[in-house]
């Protein structure tokens, strides 16, 4: 069936890092990958997405590229702030599906000033 | 826009009460709502999909008659954890798709259960 794994956590940087949380899924056909983010205390929010291999989804300095031939969707961002702190969900929808998200396990970012 | 509201956004009941959580879409049709649980430091597990006017399809492992869903308007589905022992203990989140946002869903900001 259709998973997603996450590298372990919690990742701690320092404001300005560069940061990369490595995501990989295992689907049939071409599933819609997205990236969601929970701030503490709040509920999930789309950071970005991508529905096609080779697309790029970005936002607020966030990317991932959807990488077929690796199944990856790694999150980066070039200078990361204390704002940032979250957890950060992989997820997939696969193809053929009637919407059902399957989320990776979820990965905690902590910057520090 | 697409703010979904869930109340209460904590309750702690007794063991062998009912409890009942309400997901609200506050600015669209949700023709779809999804209930998630979420275990402490680890992922979203999707509970159950409910469709406005129709019975919730459950996922398998999840008891329908233990957490009752009722999806009677577009706008609200209901969640019930009957007869709640301790191991329901969780974070319950919904989240909602409306007609036209394609895969695309609007997360509540959740409700912690607490059963004593």
């Excluded at chain 1, 983010?37 to 997405?49: D, F, R, T, W």
């Excluded at chain 1, 009637?98 to 905690?108: D, E, M, N, S, Y």
């Excluded at chain 2, 589905?77 to 319950?92: G, K, M, Q, R």
């Amino acid at each position: 069936g259709n998973s997603v794994t996450q590298m372990e956590g919690p990742v701690t940087l320092s404001e300005e890092a560069f940061l990369t949380i490595n995501c990989t899924y295992t689907a049939t056909g071409y599933p819609s990958l997205f990236w969601y983010v929970q701030y503490p205390g709040e509920g999930l929010q789309l950071l970005l997405k991508a529905t096609k291999a080779d697309d790029k989804g970005s936002n607020k300095g966030f990317e991932a590229t959807y990488r077929k031939e690796t199944t990856s969707f790694h999150l980066e961002k070039g200078s990361v702030q204390v704002s940032d702190s979250a957890v950060y969900f992989c997820a997939l929808i696969g193809s053929g599906n009637t919407g059902k998200l399957i989320f990776g396990q979820g990965t905690t970012l902590q910057v520090k000033p | 826009g697409a703010v979904v509201s869930q109340h209460p956004s904590r309750v702690i009941c007794k063991s062998g009460t009912s409890v009942k959580i309400e997901c609200r879409s506050l600015d669209f049709q949700a023709t779809t709502m999804f209930w998630y649980r979420q275990f402490p430091k680890k992922s979203l597990m999707l509970m159950a999909t409910s469709n406005e006017g129709s019975k919730a399809t459950y996922e398998q492992g999840v008891e329908k008659d233990k957490f009752l869903i009722n999806h009677a308007s577009l706008t609200l589905s209901t969640l019930t954890v009957t007869s709640a022992h301790p191991e329901d203990s969780s974070f319950y989140i919904c989240s909602a798709r409306g007609q036209g946002h394609s895969y695309e869903q609007y997360f509540g900001p959740g409700t912690r259960l607490t059963v004593t």
